[in-house]
């Protein structure tokens, strides 16, 4: 059985240990933010979304229990949920975030390589269904595997792959204008 | 026809694959969303709140036991008085038990005065006047 290297930090902040939660929020906010940012293209709203998700982490640490399920994953679906919540309590959101979409006539490829092109990807990756981004998300920005995304999307493996395959095809069909660079 | 299926699986997956390539070329290029600092500050707020709460509940788990205790020997005393009278009496007791020689509490006296043995005939002298 693989040691889950949060435990030891994960009971101590339990305990009421402030540098163990210092560590694990240094550990895993960038991760999580850069994640919830990306559902929710919206800032205020993701940093909301990684505060409600670690506020039940301090809630839960004293009771955690090693073993049953890696702190990670746990923590990723946790920050997920928050975010699933908000599109749903607030569907402008995802409006919001399909404003930004680029014209696609406009880039040169050359835009391939700046800020532009990051905007686009982003606002391509807005208009995706809250599932296949956060796939897409998982897999291919945080360097998941397909297990442990589906793990955290509480999916089997086939039905995370056929999101993925999925959301992957719209991506590039929204993109198509970059295709070649 | 029985050819064209794998033909059409193997340009499907191949289509796939280009697609994963793609979403993976465009997807590694995005930047890290830098953490503000006051996020930082809210979460450890949250994380010093509920540390606190955590605290207090557990202080409360110990200390009502004993203030139920109280309220029931000597309702609307200050915690003090029954405390101190409990202590008192403690130090009373323990002071008579180490205080007080044990053979003074477990000496019988040798003379055993007025028995009578109820299992035998009672001697009484009849003949006496009265």
Redesign the interface.
């Known amino acids: 059985m693989k040691i889950d290297p949060d435990a030891d930090l994960v009971a101590r902040a339990g305990k009421g240990d402030r540098a163990a939660a210092q560590a694990l929020m240094a550990r895993h906010l960038p991760k999580m933010l850069t994640l919830a940012r990306r559902m929710l293209h919206n800032p205020a709203e993701a940093e909301d979304a990684v505060q409600e998700a670690f506020l039940k982490l301090w809630t839960h640490a004293a009771r955690w229990r090693p073993g049953r399920a890696k702190f990670e994953t746990w923590l990723y679906r946790v920050t997920l949920n928050q975010c699933y919540d908000r599109l749903r309590r607030k569907p402008t959101l995802e409006l919001e975030a399909a404003a930004h979409v680029a014209d696609p006539a406009r880039g040169p490829l050359a835009a391939l390589e700046n800020a532009g092109l990051a905007a686009e990807v982003e606002a391509a990756l807005a208009e995706l269904p809250a599932r296949q981004r956060a796939a897409i998300l998982l897999c291919h920005y945080e360097g998941r595997t397909n297990i442990e995304a589906a793990e955290i999307l509480g999916l089997s493996v086939e039905a995370c792959e056929s999101l993925l395959a999925r959301g992957r095809r719209t991506l590039r069909i929204k993109l198509a204008h970059l295709k070649d660079g | 026809m029985a050819e064209k299926e794998p033909i059409d699986r193997n340009l499907a997956s191949a289509e ?1 694959q280009s ?2 390539a ?3 070329r ?8 830098p ?2 600092g006051v ?2 500050a ?3 707020a ?3 709140a ?2 606190a709460k ?2 207090a509940s557990l202080r409360a788990l110990v200390l009502h036991p004993v203030q139920s205790l109280r309220d029931a020997v000597w309702p609307g005393a200050p915690a003090w008085q029954p405390a101190s009278i409990l202590a008192l009496s403690l130090l009373i007791g323990l002071a008579a038990g180490t205080l007080v020689p044990s053979s003074a509490l477990t000496s019988v006296s040798s003379v055993q005065d007025e028995t009578a043995a109820v299992d035998t005939v009672p001697d009484l002298n009849l003949s006496g006047d009265f």
């Open positions: 796939a697609d994963a793609f979403a993976a465009v997807l590694t290029g995005l930047p890290d969303v953490v503000p996020l930082e809210r979460i450890l949250d994380f010093d509920v540390a955590r605290k």
